[in-house]
């Protein structure tokens, strides 16, 4: 799979549900059905693919929690937030209530795509990311980011 491309905006109804855009899970494998739900970065949350956060888990694994509190606090804040989340037969997930509180999840939110993850955001913070965001800013971040490597093919 290539990876998970675009912004797609839904809403969460009284129940914590909302309904995954059709066009985010034709990028899904066939047949999803379960995914997990954690904290993310930057007050959002960060959905995986079960495959995906097998590779995440992994990866904490190896964190040593004994050797300080930074690595157990990183710990503790991605795998004890997560959850696995199913869709339903209308094709709705359930935001858990304490994730959806941690990101300030309303009714209006927004899912990105980001590769190996899908992050979700409220609307109004998302928006806000990319107001003071001009083409010389992000032209300045992608160079110091992406600039010394090799040139894109096209």
Known sequence: MAGFLGEFEATVDAKGRFLLPASLKKQMPEGTTTLVINRGMDECLWMYLLDDWKKVEERLRDVNPYDSRENRMVRKAL???????ELDSAGRLNLPKTLATYAKL?????LAGDIDKIEIWDKDTYNKLFESLTP???????????????KPQA
Do not use: F, N, Q, R
């Not at 795998?79 to 989340?85: D, E, K, L, R, S």
């Not at 010389?136 to 090799?150: N, Q, R, V, Y």
């Open 106 to 110: 309303d009714k209006e939110i927004v």
């Open 136 to 150: 010389d800013t992000l032209s300045s971040m992608a160079s110091s980011i992406l600039g010394s490597g090799p």
């Open 79 to 85: 795998i004890a937030g997560a959850v696995y989340v």
